[in-house]
């Protein structure tokens, strides 16, 4: 049985030519949860991926990894206990292209302790992925159907997806999405999605963490972050003056009705003042808190 990990930064950096990827960055990711590392383009999430896994090492702070068969924290650079029951499957592959499929398949069953064979097979054949063909005539989608098989297979104890599906089509990430929660379900451990797919992957996560330039903008419970957020729906002089305290972020009018998207904390006394007020109250999709949050101009 996989045993999940936690995993700590404190007071993580990284750098690129001086100009810092991850800045100061503090967070703890839970054991045995789905977390989603959420970011614009050149947040840092690749960079925290590669981090976690032992790919990178920081230039400031540590990433610590504990639980499981590991027992006290320890780091993951150059550490070949902890990175073996950790898998980062990457958009970019990190594969030998030039050899079949089932090579690629026949070394990560010997580099990864937990892995499932039947599992690998089972989707292999799902995703439609031959044995026989060498990984670089595969397809851009076929190649990120492996990764994803050999992510899943693995089941490492902490497994990161960084953009690895973004090469699939629609039916095949569903697909992805079905079998992860089908096989977290049969075995927990911990997962991280990194994706700007936000509204495809939302009602997956149980935890996210949101980055913005390499900053931490928050961590946070799915259920408390959308709570952070609200639609409110009436007539328009009622919406004006009950929005009038909150951080608008979005606004549609038709005719005399409005609807109004703003951020903030609802009251049970408050959600009484709307339903008086004759006004509607709806949840705010984990997108739009996201686009708000890293400043996303829609």
């Not at 999430?45 to 990894?65: C, N, W």
């Not at 550490?79 to 073996?84: L, R």
């Not at 419970?221 to 729906?233: C, N, T």
Request: aromatic share 6%; hydrophobic share 45%.
């Amino acid at each position: 049985m996989t045993a999940a990990l936690t995993v700590r930064t404190e007071d993580l950096s990284v750098r690129f030519a001086g100009v810092p990827a991850l800045d100061r960055l503090d967070l703890r990711l839970a054991p045995g949860k789905i977390h989603g590392l959420l970011g614009r383009n050149g947040s840092g999430k690749s960079t925290l991926a590669a981090t976690l896994a032992g790919f990178r090492r920081p230039d400031e702070g540590r990433v610590l990894i504990e639980g499981g068969d590991l027992g006290a924290a320890q780091e993951p650079y150059e550490n070949a206990v902890v990175t073996s029951r950790v898998c980062l499957i990457r958009e970019a592959g990190d594969r030998p292209d030039a050899v079949p499929v089932k090579y690629a398949v026949g070394l990560a069953a010997a580099l990864r302790p937990y892995w499932d064979a039947d599992l690998a097979g089972d989707l292999l054949d799902r995703f439609e992925v031959p044995l026989n063909k060498k990984i670089q005539k595969l397809s851009r989608g076929k190649k990120s159907a492996l990764g994803v098989v050999l992510g899943l297979a693995s089941r490492a104890p902490l497994t990161i997806f960084d953009e690895s599906y973004l090469g699939m089509d629609v039916p095949s990430r569903n697909l992805f999405y079905d079998m992860l929660l089908a096989d977290y379900a049969e075995v927990p451990r911990t997962i991280v999605l990194s994706t700007h797919l936000v509204s495809e992957v939302s009602a997956m996560l149980e935890e996210v963490v949101i980055l913005d330039q390499g900053r931490l903008v928050t961590q946070s419970p799915v259920d408390a972050l959308r709570g952070r957020g609200a639609s409110i729906v009436g007539p328009a002089a009622a919406v004006d003056e009950f929005t009038a305290g909150f951080t608008v972020l979005a606004e549609e009018r038709l005719g005399g009705t409005k609807s109004t998207t703003v951020l903030g904390d609802l009251d049970p006394a408050l959600l009484a003042q709307a339903t008086a007020a004759g006004l509607e109250i709806g949840p705010v999709g984990l997108q739009d808190l996201f686009v708000h949050l890293t400043g996303v101009k829609s």
